[in-house]
């Protein structure tokens, strides 16, 4: 079951911030939220997760409200080579913790 | 170092043949997954390992499905009887330990294409 709802497609100009919503309003208190882009004929790449509190690495950085029914996963500057499919995803923290795919942001960068 | 790596890259097989995708993971990651990624969706979960053991083989479509790591290390997804709903990018991933708060690695996949 998908626990993630996401725009299906966002543009965004290069060298801007990116910031990609996604709602998760079911989630458990145990439950992490993460994400991971796809870029065209590529495997998904991680790029941060999070539980509780916000969360920053050196590729982007992850907002979550308090009530953790929302977060927003931020570029703070897009290049063309951002462009790809973003899954946001809860994951479940028994059986190995498998990844359920909804079907993601769609980003476009544009010069 | 090396990421996690599958092959054959790309697969052609008629419908009715038996294919096997081997997956070699991240060296010492316990945790091995495989998913399948249909053409414009997002990858949906197949099984799981830790260590040599499937511990989750939910996803799996049927019994012409088949996976195994028997010695804790490279899985082998195998197909038999291939159809052509088979056709699909598949995905093994990775991870250090079970747990949520390990990140899994993904390997570049197989596209099996069934003709």
């Known amino acids: 079951d998908t626990k993630t709802t996401q725009p299906t497609s966002m543009d965004c100009a290069e060298g801007r911030a990116a910031n990609l919503p996604c709602n998760h309003s079911?989630?458990?208190?145990?439950?992490?939220v993460y994400w991971y882009r796809q870029i065209h004929s590529q495997g998904p790449q991680y790029i941060i997760h999070?539980?509780?509190n916000n969360e920053t690495n050196e590729m982007a950085s992850l907002i979550i409200t308090e009530d953790r029914k929302s977060s927003t996963l931020i570029l703070p500057h897009a290049t063309l080579r951002d462009t790809a499919v973003y899954y946001c995803?809860?994951?479940?923290?028994?059986?190995?913790?498998?990844?359920?795919f909804g079907q993601g942001t769609e980003l476009s960068v544009k010069p | 170092g090396a990421g996690v790596s599958q092959s054959p890259r790309y697969k052609v097989a008629k419908r009715g043949q038996d294919v096997a995708l081997r997956c070699d993971p991240i060296?010492?990651?316990?945790?091995l997954f495989w998913y399948q990624q249909a053409l414009g969706q997002g990858p949906e979960f197949l099984t799981y390992?830790?260590?040599?053991?499937?511990?989750?083989k939910s996803g799996l479509p049927s019994d012409r499905f088949f996976a195994e790591r028997p010695e804790g290390s490279v899985s082998t997804l195998k197909i038999q009887r291939t159809q052509q709903e088979d056709s699909a990018v598949y995905l093994c991933a990775s991870s250090l330990a079970p747990g949520p708060i390990y990140e899994q690695y993904f390997g570049p996949g197989t596209r099996l294409t069934v003709t």
């Open positions: 999070g539980l509780k």
């Open positions: 995803i809860v994951r479940a923290p028994f059986q190995g913790g498998k990844l359920i």
């Open positions: 079911t989630i458990s208190g145990n439950e992490y």
């Open positions: 060296s010492g990651h316990v945790s």
């Open positions: 390992f830790q260590n040599e053991a499937q511990l989750d």
